[in-house]
């Protein structure tokens, strides 16, 4: 998925005439971030059903769904780098 943004980004930078790179993060970093993710992910879960408020617990399911993505962006990486 990382690499059909960078490509749509290139094609919208060759159409503005800008020049803006995107980062490509290594295996570990994306795995980091999914275990990041996860955590905060489950603990907005758990104050969405501790408090009233039940936005937390939607930003905890979107926060787990992302460390889910993340997670297999990470296992789809073939390089270390």
């Known amino acids: ?3 059909e943004v960078n ?4 094609k919208l930078n ?12 290594k295996k ?3 795995k980091t971030a999914a275990v990041g993710n996860f955590v905060v992910g489950i603990g907005l879960v758990a104050a969405g059903i501790l408090f009233p408020s ?8 979107v ?4 460390s889910i993505v993340l997670r297999k962006e990470g296992r ?4 270390e780098s």
């Open 1 to 3: 998925m990382i690499k």
């Open 7 to 10: 490509k749509a980004c290139e």
């Open 14 to 25: 060759d159409t503005l005439g800008i020049s803006v790179e995107l980062p490509d993060p």
């Open 28 to 30: 570990k970093a994306l």
């Open 54 to 61: 039940k936005s937390f617990a939607l930003l905890g399911v």
């Open 63 to 66: 926060g787990v769904i992302s």
């Open 76 to 79: 789809n990486k073939t390089r």
